[in-house]
């Protein structure tokens, strides 16, 4: 048998196997964490999918944050994802259906800006002041998008990677005095 006729002949196990298609839900990637459904949108798909959501009875906005990847910038996400090094977490709860999901939309360092949903859920509003505050990460739309945390004269984003670490002297009361006895 001559090398040409061994490869035609090749057995059908051995052939690597197709990949299998990424689960989607909304036009989205959906992925499982713990039994509760995580949602992969960009950021062009976020609001839209946030206002779908709403439209099917994920009536309470239970958390928005943002995690900085600065460290881990291949860490792994949905199949398909590429990773951003901020990370945009939203948690929904529909109290009609008993169940809970959440997004994760990845944003980047050079463009930071994610469409606010304040108008949607304005429990958000504080939560995105807080995340635009501490990531510096820009809610496009939001009506009062200032600082909520830090003096308005701060400079920088505390909880990015990045921001240097400094030291604020701490004066206990009493401290040098003679004990008295």
């Not at 990424?22 to 976020?46: A, F, I, M, N």
């Not at 901020?86 to 529909?94: C, D, I, K, P, Q």
């Not at 859920?121 to 995105?128: F, S, V």
């Not at 501490?134 to 920088?156: N, S």
């Amino acid at each position: 048998m001559s090398d040409a006729s061994a490869e035609e002949v090749a057995d059908p196990e051995d052939a690597a196997p197709e990949p299998e298609p990424t689960p989607e839900k909304h036009g989205v990637p959906v992925t499982d964490s713990l039994g509760q459904e995580v949602l992969h949108p960009t950021r062009e798909q976020y609001r839209d999918l946030v206002e779908t959501l709403r439209g099917e009875g994920y009536l309470v906005c239970i958390d928005l944050t943002a995690v900085d990847y600065l460290a881990h910038p291949h860490r792994e996400t949905a199949p398909g994802v590429d990773p951003e090094r901020f990370e945009l977490v939203v948690s929904f709860l529909s109290h009609e259906h008993r169940a809970r999901t959440r997004l994760r939309v990845q944003v980047p360092v050079d463009d930071a800006t994610v469409a606010s949903i304040v108008d949607l859920h304005p429990g958000a509003d504080a939560l995105e002041r807080e995340v635009f505050d501490m990531f510096g990460i820009v809610f496009e739309g939001h009506p009062d998008l200032t600082r909520i945390l830090m003096p308005e004269d701060w400079d920088g984003h505390p909880l990015r990677k990045d921001y240097g670490v400094g030291a604020i002297p701490v004066q206990f009361k009493g401290a040098g005095k003679e004990e008295r006895t």
